[in-house]
Antibody, heavy 127, light 106 residues
Framework: EVQLVQSGTEVKKPGESLKISCKGS????????IGWVRQMPGKGLEWMGS????????RYSPSFQGQVTISADKSISSAYLQWNSLTASDTAIYYC????????????????????WGKGTTVTVSS | SYELTQPPSVSVSPGQTARITCSGD??????GFWYQQKPGQAPVLVIY???ERPSGIPERFSGSSSGTTVTLTISGVQAEDEADYYC?????????FGGGTKLTVL
């Protein structure tokens, strides 16, 4: 069974750093991109970025570029989402998802859709 | 920034057909995808590449595309279909989600 297992709930203070994880199993981890999606309380889904574990090629949404860091360790089939300095507006559920690339309208570019999702990691940032 | 526009809510009675639309200027050139999200759960892919249904998704879920609009159709709606539904596509190269539609089964 294909699974993405995410790390547990986090409660942090503003200014603290955080790294959450997503471990893939049941498939060849290095064959697929992994993406991260944010869902703020009571709000919709937002694509944050995606990473290709074999070479750590990473694409960020313009909205999240510079705000977070996405990384991966193919040796342990894991992807990560990291913040250097959290703020209250980072309070959300963060989902990782297996990404499949789709050719974009611009040649040699791709966008992604998500065929398998993790259960989400709840991050609360409060003083 | 690019937007995919969905109606905030759709209501249908059990057994009826629900249609949820998603509009975006780039949709004639990009595929549309649909996700179902029930309260407290992660999203689930229900339609990919406009019309394809993943294995395990009931046949009552179907997708279509016409011009700048993609549509998710649920035929013979059941109580268990009550959920939020999100479309997803891309502007030129960046993955984008619609704002979501809450489907209420009356």
């Amino acid at each position: 069974e294909v699974q993405l297992v995410q790390s547990g709930t986090e409660v942090k203070k503003p200014g603290e750093s955080l790294k959450i994880s997503c471990k893939g199993s049941g498939y060849t981890f290095t064959t697929y991109w992994i993406g991260w999606v944010r869902q703020m309380p009571g709000k919709g889904l937002e694509w944050m970025g995606s990473i290709y574990p074999p070479n750590s090629d990473t694409r960020y949404s313009p909205s999240f570029q510079g705000q977070v860091t996405i990384s991966a360790d193919k040796s342990i089939s894991s992807a990560y989402l990291q913040w250097n300095s959290l703020t209250a507006s980072d309070t959300a559920i963060y989902y990782c998802a297996r990404n499949l690339p789709v050719p974009a309208a611009i040649e040699r570019y791709y966008y992604y859709y998500m065929d398998v999702w993790g259960k989400g990691t709840t991050v609360t940032v409060s003083s | 920034s690019y937007e995919l526009t969905q109606p905030p809510s759709v209501s249908v009675s059990p057994g009826q057909t629900a249609r949820i639309t998603c509009s975006g200027d780039a949709l004639p050139k990009q595929y549309g995808f649909w996700y179902q999200q029930k309260p407290g759960q992660a999203p689930v892919l229900v339609i990919y590449k406009d019309t394809e249904r993943p294995s395990g998704i009931p046949e009552r879920f179907s997708g279509s595309s016409s011009g700048t609009t993609v549509t998710l159709t649920i035929s013979g709606v059941q109580a268990e279909d009550e959920a939020d539904y999100y479309c997803q596509s891309a502007d030129s190269i960046d993955t984008v989600f619609g704002g979501g539609t809450k489907l209420t089964v009356l």
